[in-house]
């Protein structure tokens, strides 16, 4: 007997016209569509033609309207729809979806009175405060759509979206409030954004703090205090009904985090993502509806923190959090398992970096247990991590964790996506088919999940079609290494163009394979039970005497050293066999052990047993070519993916003796400080190299 889950994926795929349907029809259309997909050819005027597809093509919808009316009209405005948890202001607030729905058609009233139409473009820059949520709403309410671009993101970062978007007018606040680092005035980057950018928007409306106010805005030609002009517009009775758009019209743009190149702005087309969101949320995630309360502890500016924060629990009429700390320092490592706790928390989804985090401060997993045994747990039936690969070992423990202390049957469940998919490509179903294959199954009462396996991202969600192919576009055996691309149409959230930039569409994603297949620019394999692996991004690859290896892989290997805490592994350039893969290591650290200086290169010892780690998991051929050790080295973007690329260059200008050469950070970049400490960890280990050479000492 097939697995349910490949069952609904077998039929999503044979038949989307009728299984997307049947999932549209869950919502709330102002404008029912009359079918599901409509294929095209879309001519460039490059003249080059490309594959091109429309869901629910003569549909028209209002996702704030999907979001909140619809759940009030229903009898369901005292449920709770939001719980704001802000560790760095001490503040906790609760919204009913009645609450929510009133401030939403209140400012949405004032987008009007200020200008914002149907079509338009606002760019949000804010905390992870709940205006920001409603900020988002009301935008949608007017058939406008939104940008949201990271709080706290440098103004030139900031720019280039605001030249990108040309979004009529921007929303934000007096300042952000970064872990313990204290208010973070915004002024300085918007003001500074505006001022970098050829476009200008015609207003900024401002959130005020209390823990920083930015100094009259009303004084300013085109800066606005919302707040007052929410308390004006509620004096006058303004409000905005909702404006619904037609299906393929663009409910937002995101800019994907750009570990790569200049920023791309994805549109997400309005009928696709609602229907295609409201599916994974259920099916995926397990977030059914009144009662039930999901916890995704991204950040608005991303991807994730517009579907799982937002959207998608607010669709189905759940509860979500909104959750302004760290996961360690406010206060401490055990902040997540507090929140679920408090608030009986279902589904905890985060990313692999935050419990690399936490398990640094707390490798015993002290404040889990704490919590786990007097019960706090309990409620927890899913532990959701995506963003970069989970090494198995972080998938076990916490495994072994869920498995003691949440909900019978809990599981940690690695799930794969992107900013273009709009939703997870991979995971594993956790919920019952009920509802998704139609008539509801018999199987649905004893639904029980696939198995985990550690270090796959699972297998593909409804109408995402994954294929693995080598670089010419030939398909490849299970089991093996290569591209991970996708057939066209992709799944109703997924992407079909960027905004603004068809030519770049049809480069980034169809080029490489001639429309055939859309490239993910991931590498990894589907293994012979057709679990999908993402082992790297394509340029993550090393190429080690012809054998291509993931860098990821061998990361997970050195990760399995019980004194290793982080590891991120480049290709070193070697004249015999092209590349060697060469790794950066932090080891792990014990409370209560010396923390102080420690030398670049490892002891011969620990070399020697990470590396016959390395050649027992990869091969011998994979053999590290060197080991720089070191604390707070391993740079990262903002949403928390390694900057392997920075590494990269700064080893390949080590080998070459040019330790001050430049390189390339990206403006996304967490901490620019962290290049510092490893361009000095690379020129250490490099002069020590060379001194260890001139002894006539064994090379490391
Ligand atoms: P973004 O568009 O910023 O969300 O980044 C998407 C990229 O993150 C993907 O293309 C993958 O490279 C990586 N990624 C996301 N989730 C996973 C996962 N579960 N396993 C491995 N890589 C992942």
């Known amino acids: 007997m097939p697995h349910p889950q490949d069952t609904v994926q077998e039929l999503s795929l044979r038949d989307p016209e009728s299984f997307w349907r049947h999932h549209a029809d869950l919502l709330h259309w102002h404008r029912k569509p009359s079918r599901a997909l409509r294929r095209t ?33 229903a009898g369901r405005g005292d449920n709770v729809a939001i719980i704001w948890e802000s560790p760095v202001t001490g503040s906790k607030e609760k919204y009913t979806y009645r609450r929510l729905l009133d401030e939403v058609e209140v400012l949405a009233g004032v987008l009007r009175e200020e200008g914002v139409r149907k079509g338009d473009v606002v760019l949000i820059y804010m905390p992870m405060i709940p205006a920001a949520l409603i900020a988002a709403l009301a935008i949608v309410r007017l ?57 200008k928007p015609e207003k900024v409306i401002i959130w005020q703090r209390d823990q920083l106010r930015w100094d009259k805005p009303d004084k300013l030609a085109g800066q606005r205090n919302w707040q007052r002009l929410v308390k004006s517009a509620r004096n006058r009775g303004v409000r905005a009904e909702a404006v619904p758009v037609k299906s393929n ?16 702005g994805v549109i997400r087309e309005a009928g696709g993502h609602a229907v295609g969101l409201s599916l994974s949320i259920r099916y995926l995630f397990d977030i059914n509806g009144p009662g039930d309360v999901m916890f995704c502890t991204s950040d608005i500016g991303w991807v994730v923190g517009h579907c799982y924060i937002l959207y998608g629990p607010l669709m189905v009429g759940a509860t979500s959090i909104l959750y302004e700390g760290k996961p360690v320092g406010t206060p401490d490592a055990g902040a997540f398992w507090r929140v679920v706790e408090e608030h009986k928390v279902n589904t905890l989804s985060t990313a692999p970096t935050a419990l690399r985090a936490i398990r640094k401060d707390d490798p015993d997993n002290k404040f889990f247990e704490e919590v786990g045994r007097r019960g706090g747990l309990k409620t927890l039936r899913g532990l959701f991590l995506a963003g970069e690969r989970s090494e198995p070992s972080i998938i076990r423990i916490y495994q072994d964790l869920l498995t003691k202390y949440a909900a019978p049957g809990a599981n940690v469940v690695d799930h794969w996506w992107s900013t273009e998919s709009g939703s997870p490509i991979s995971g594993l179903a956790q919920h019952s088919t009920a509802g998704l294959l139609a008539p509801a199954s018999p199987q649905d009462a004893a639904y029980k999940p ?50 603004n930039d068809e030519e770049r569409f049809y480069k980034g994603y169809l080029k490489r394979f001639n429309g055939r297949w859309l490239d993910t620019g991931d590498a990894g394999m589907i293994d012979e039970d057709g679990y999908i692996h993402i082992m790297a991004r394509s340029d993550d690859i090393i190429n080690v005497a012809a054998h291509r290896f993931s860098t ?8 399995s050293h019980p004194d290793v805490g982080e590891a991120s592994v480049v290709g070193i350039p070697d004249p015999l066999k092209g590349h060697l ?9 014990t409370p209560g052990s010396n923390d102080g200086p420690i030398p670049a290169t490892p002891m011969p010892e620990l070399f020697t047993s990470i590396n016959t780690l390395v050649r027992e998991q990869i091969g011998a051929i994979a053999s590290l070519g060197g080991i720089i050790q070191g604390r707070n080295m391993i740079p990262k973007t903002r949403s928390g993916k390694t900057l392997r690329r920075v590494l990269r260059e700064l080893v390949e200008n080590g080998v070459k003796g040019d330790f001050d050469a430049k390189v390339n950070v990206p403006p996304t970049v967490e901490d620019a400080e962290v290049v510092t400490v490893a361009r000095g960890r ?4 490099f002069e020590e190299r060379e001194g260890a050479k001139k002894m006539g000492r064994a090379k490391l």
């Not at 406008?144 to 921007?170: D, N």
């Not at 019209?249 to 791309?264: A, D, H, N, R």
Request: aromatic share 8%.
């Open 41 to 73: 050819t879309k001519t460039l005027p490059s003249g080059v033609s490309h594959p091109h597809w429309t869901w629910f093509p003569d549909g028209e919808i209002s996702t704030t309207y999907n979001c909140l009316d619809r759940h009030v009209a």
């Open 143 to 199: 058939g406008a759509m939104h940008a949201a671009v990271f709080g706290g993101f440098a103004a030139t970062s900031l720019a280039q979206r605001i030249e990108a978007a040309k979004p009529r007018m921007i929303m934000t606040a007096s300042c952000g409030i970064e872990g313990t680092k204290g208010p973070l005035a915004y002024r300085p980057m918007v003001e500074g954004a505006i001022e970098k950018s050829s476009f």
């Open 249 to 264: 019209e663009g409910l937002y743009v995101i800019y994907t985090s750009g570990t790569t190149g200049l920023p791309k």
């Open 450 to 499: 696939l198995p985990i396996k550690p270090g796959s991202a699972g297998k593909p969600m409804p109408g995402f079609d994954v294929r693995i192919v080598d670089d010419e576009g030939n398909e490849v055996p299970k089991g093996t290494m290569g591209n991970v691309v996708m057939v066209t149409p992709l799944a109703p959230t997924g992407l079909t163009t960027l905004f």
């Open 552 to 559: 990821g892989a061998i990361e997970q290997a050195i990760l």
């Open 581 to 589: 893969p060469f790794a950066f290591i932090q080891p792990r650290t």
């Open 682 to 685: 690379v020129r250490e280990y």
